[in-house]
C-alpha cells in the first residue's frame, strides 16, 4: 500500500513540474522564444515548432498522467520527453553554452544542478511506470549512460589560448 501511494505521489510531483514549465513557457513566451533562439542548435521552423509544441505537451501530459485509468502510457511519454530534454541539455554543455537553455520559460541556466534535476524527474517519471522498484533504477541507469555517449560524441570544447607558449 506504501509503495503504490510513493508512486502516485511520484506521478503527482513530475505532473507539477511538468505544468509549471508549461505554464511558464507561455507566460514568458518571449523569454522562451529568445532562449531557444539563441542556442543556435534549431533553423527558424523549428523553432517555431518547439515554441509551439513543447508548451502544448508539457500542459497536456500531466493531465494525461494524473486523470488517465491506465497512466502507464502517460508515464513512459513523460520518460520519453524528459530523455530528450536532458538529451538536450547535455548537447547545450557539450558545445560550451552556458546561457539559458528555454527551460522554465527562459529562465533556467544550463548547469549541473539542473541537469540532476532532470535526471531526478526521469527516475520520479520511471517510478510511475510501476510498482516495482527496479523500473526507477534502470530508467536512472540508462539516463547515466546517455550523459556518458552524449560526452564521448560532443566533446566540451574549450577556447585556445593566444599567449602562443
Not at 15 to 28: D, E, Q
Not at 46 to 63: C, D, F, H, M, R
Not at 88 to 114: E, H, Q
Not at 139 to 156: C, D, I, K
Request: include cysteine; proline fraction near 4%.
Amino acid at each position: 500500500m506504501d509503495l503504490v501511494l510513493a508512486v502516485r505521489g511520484a506521478r503527482v510531483l513530475v505532473a507539477v513540474v511538468l505544468f509549471t514549465a508549461g505554464v511558464s513557457k507561455v507566460w514568458g513566451f518571449r523569454r522562451f522564444r529568445h532562449a531557444l533562439s539563441a542556442t543556435r542548435l534549431f533553423n527558424r521552423p523549428s523553432v517555431a515548432l518547439i515554441l509551439i509544441g513543447v508548451p502544448v505537451v508539457e500542459l497536456t501530459l500531466p493531465v494525461w498522467l494524473l486523470v488517465s485509468i491506465e497512466s502507464r502510457p502517460a508515464a513512459w511519454a513523460v520518460v520519453l520527453l524528459l530523455f530528450l530534454f536532458t538529451a538536450y541539455i547535455v548537447v547545450l554543455r557539450s558545445l560550451g553554452r552556458d546561457g539559458a537553455c528555454g527551460c522554465l520559460g527562459g529562465r533556467a541556466k544550463i548547469s549541473d544542478p539542473f541537469l540532476a534535476l532532470n535526471l531526478g524527474l526521469i527516475v520520479l517519471a520511471a517510478a510511475g511506470l510501476s510498482e516495482t522498484t527496479a523500473v526507477p533504477f534502470l530508467a536512472a541507469g540508462g539516463t547515466l549512460l546517455m550523459l556518458r555517449v552524449g560526452q564521448s560524441w560532443f566533446p566540451r570544447r574549450h577556447a585556445i589560448s593566444g599567449s602562443g607558449s
